[in-house]
């Protein structure tokens, strides 16, 4: 939790996490830790994400993956049904914040009723107990949330439920004293099981697009026809399993990636309709400029960097610019669709093409897409940082002290002044 405290005192890493401060529900996460075989925690206070994770606990155990053992079949736990608007800021897969979203949306009847007396704590179950090659991952189709309280309370609800159906269907099953009692003592735990859904109904949600953290990050896209695998040609299995059904690019790729991209249409390409109105281009060359004097100039102080000072030093540095070619090639294509309304991407080198275009908004995998693209734009730590925090964080710890800051700066006056406007602008999200 301390490994970046520059992040964190300016909420760029581990924010609007919730505070778990009422003895209660310490009490209640406490025993959701021990039903996993983890010692209890001896903090008074700790902050929890939508999954229960919580970064204070990880440092006191010395272990990021408690709730991620292997890094699959994940853990969580549910204190409150106000955990759904948290963000999920430890994962090994990019789609187990949405998964939760949609367990704690499809059940929230049955978590609200929960919450108030109990925990609730699981793990979110595939088919592969440990992931060792690519085809453990392609053979997670679904998942099923395995769904536990700490004080038996779901128990003892299915039971009340099975009891009440047979009081209704079996003619002398009232004459059954024991039976009735046993149902007394269920309903003081549960209450009236007929108003309050305590037993969560949708448990089995699809495991869809995604990037993992396995084999050094990999992307797995699903299309009717077929499932591409992005990632390094070194991983284990790639190209191997399932090639009848499997499209394999290598992440090094440049041509290739972006070909897959437009073909299944999940990219704008570069044209006046979006471009001209997000500031887009000029945000690419922005970063551009920003990534070069951080190269050329590693001991410059940035901390009164503007727009005024940024032209200054392109004029002064038009050798080191010229040679590195991305501000004029960003500039030309300003020019080309300013006069046509389009840029010929075919005339593009592939590595450019990716400063270019943006995820297609309304694509159902358009984080993902725009996560992906950030991989070829290492120079646009905004974009790293909003659609790529595993990257982000891997890359700040190679930055120097002065830059960090610098990228602070730049992160806080314009990613965190709006964030829901600065998306809107610059990819056309809507949230």
Same mark, same amino acid.
């Given at each position: 939790?301390?490994?970046?405290?520059?992040?964190?005192?300016?909420?760029?890493?581990?924010?609007?996490?919730?505070?778990?401060?009422?003895?209660?529900?310490?009490?209640?996460?406490?025993?959701?830790?021990?039903?996993?075989?983890?010692?209890?925690?001896?903090?008074?206070?700790?902050?929890?994400?939508?999954?229960?994770?919580?970064?204070?606990?990880?440092?006191?155990?010395?272990?990021?993956?408690?709730?991620?053992?292997?890094?699959?079949?994940?853990?969580?736990?549910?204190l409150?049904?106000?955990?759904?608007?948290?963000?999920?800021?430890?994962?090994?897969?990019?789609?187990?914040?949405?998964?939760?979203?949609?367990?704690?949306?499809?059940?929230?009847?049955?978590?609200?009723?929960?919450?108030?007396?109990?925990?609730?704590?699981?793990?979110?179950?595939?088919?592969?107990s440990?992931?060792?090659?690519?085809?453990?991952?392609?053979?997670?189709?679904?998942?099923?949330?395995?769904?536990?309280?700490?004080?038996?309370?779901?128990?003892?609800?299915?039971?009340?439920?099975?009891?009440?159906?047979?009081?209704?269907?079996?003619?002398?099953?009232?004459?059954?004293?024991?039976?009735?009692?046993?149902?007394?003592?269920?309903?003081k735990?549960?209450?009236?099981?007929?108003?309050?859904?305590?037993?969560?109904?949708?448990?089995?949600?699809r495991?869809?697009?995604?990037?993992?953290?396995?084999?050094?990050?990999?992307?797995?896209?699903?299309?009717?026809?077929?499932t591409t695998?992005?990632?390094d040609?070194?991983?284990?299995?790639?190209?191997?399993?399932?090639?009848? $059904? !499997?499209?394999? &690019?290598? *992440?090094? #790729?440049?041509?290739?990636?972006? +070909? =897959? @991209?437009?073909?299944?249409?999940?990219?704008?390409?570069?044209?006046?309709?979006w471009?001209?109105?997000s500031?887009?281009?000029?945000?690419?060359?922005?970063?551009?400029?920003?990534?070069?004097i951080?190269?050329?100039?590693?001991?410059?102080?940035?901390?009164?960097?503007?727009?005024?000072?940024?032209?200054?030093?392109?004029?002064?540095?038009?050798?080191?610019?010229?040679r590195?070619?991305?501000?004029?090639?960003?500039?030309?294509?300003?020019?080309?669709?300013? $006069? !046509?309304?389009? &840029?010929? *991407?075919? #005339?593009?080198?592939?590595?450019? +093409? =990716? @400063?270019?275009?943006?995820?297609?908004?309304?694509h159902?995998?358009?984080?993902?897409?725009?996560?992906?693209?950030?991989?070829?734009?290492?120079?646009?730590?905004?974009?790293?940082?909003?659609?790529?925090?595993?990257?982000?964080?891997?890359?700040?710890?190679?930055?120097?002290?002065?830059?960090?800051?610098?990228?602070v700066?730049?992160?806080?006056?314009?990613?965190?002044?709006?964030?829901?406007?600065?998306?809107?602008?610059?990819?056309?999200?809507?949230?």
């Amino acid at each position: 939790m301390n490994r970046f405290p520059l992040l964190r005192d300016n909420d760029l890493i581990y924010g609007r996490l919730l505070t778990v401060d009422e003895p209660h529900l310490v009490e209640r996460y406490n025993k959701a830790l021990q039903a996993f075989g983890l010692p209890a925690t001896k903090l008074k206070s700790f902050e929890i994400d939508r999954t229960g994770f919580s970064p204070q606990v990880a440092e006191e155990l010395d272990d990021a993956n408690y709730l991620d053992p292997n890094e699959v079949n994940r853990r969580f736990i549910i204190l409150t049904p106000s955990q759904i608007s948290l963000p999920v800021v430890h994962t090994a897969f990019s789609n187990t914040s949405q998964l939760m979203f949609e367990f704690m949306s499809a059940n929230q009847r049955a978590i609200d009723a929960l919450t108030i007396k109990d925990v609730i704590y699981g793990e979110i179950e595939d088919s592969v107990s440990k992931v060792e090659d690519i085809e453990d991952l392609l053979s997670i189709n679904q998942v099923e949330f395995k769904v536990l309280s700490a004080e038996d309370v779901l128990g003892k609800a299915a039971e009340l439920a099975t009891l009440t159906d047979r009081l209704k269907q079996e003619p002398d099953a009232w004459r059954d004293d024991a039976m009735l009692k046993r149902m007394v003592e269920l309903a003081k735990v549960c209450g009236d099981i007929r108003e309050n859904a305590l037993v969560p109904d949708q448990v089995i949600f699809r495991h869809n697009a995604y990037w993992t953290s396995h084999f050094g990050g990999l992307y797995v896209f699903v299309d009717p026809d077929m499932t591409t695998v992005i990632s390094d040609p070194a991983a284990p299995g790639f190209r191997r399993s399932r090639p009848w $059904q !499997v499209s394999y &690019l290598s *992440i090094r #790729d440049a041509d290739a990636v972006f +070909r =897959f @991209l437009a073909s299944t249409g999940r990219i704008e390409l570069p044209r006046a309709s979006w471009i001209e109105q997000s500031g887009y281009l000029e945000h690419r060359a922005e970063m551009v400029v920003r990534g070069l004097i951080r190269d050329a100039e590693p001991k410059r102080n940035l901390s009164e960097v503007d727009k005024v000072w940024l032209q200054t030093w392109i004029h002064a540095h038009a050798d080191l610019i010229a040679r590195d070619g991305n501000f004029p090639f960003l500039n030309a294509a300003k020019r080309e669709i300013k $006069q !046509v309304g389009q &840029l010929k *991407i075919d #005339d593009v080198a592939p590595a450019q +093409r =990716f @400063l270019v275009v943006r995820a297609k908004p309304d694509h159902p995998d358009a984080w993902l897409t725009n996560r992906l693209i950030s991989d070829f734009v290492p120079s646009d730590f905004v974009s790293r940082y909003i659609f790529n925090k595993q990257g982000f964080y891997r890359d700040y710890e190679g930055f120097s002290q002065g830059w960090r800051a610098h990228v602070v700066d730049v992160l806080k006056t314009t990613y965190l002044k709006d964030k829901v406007g600065f998306r809107a602008r610059l990819y056309g999200l809507a949230n």
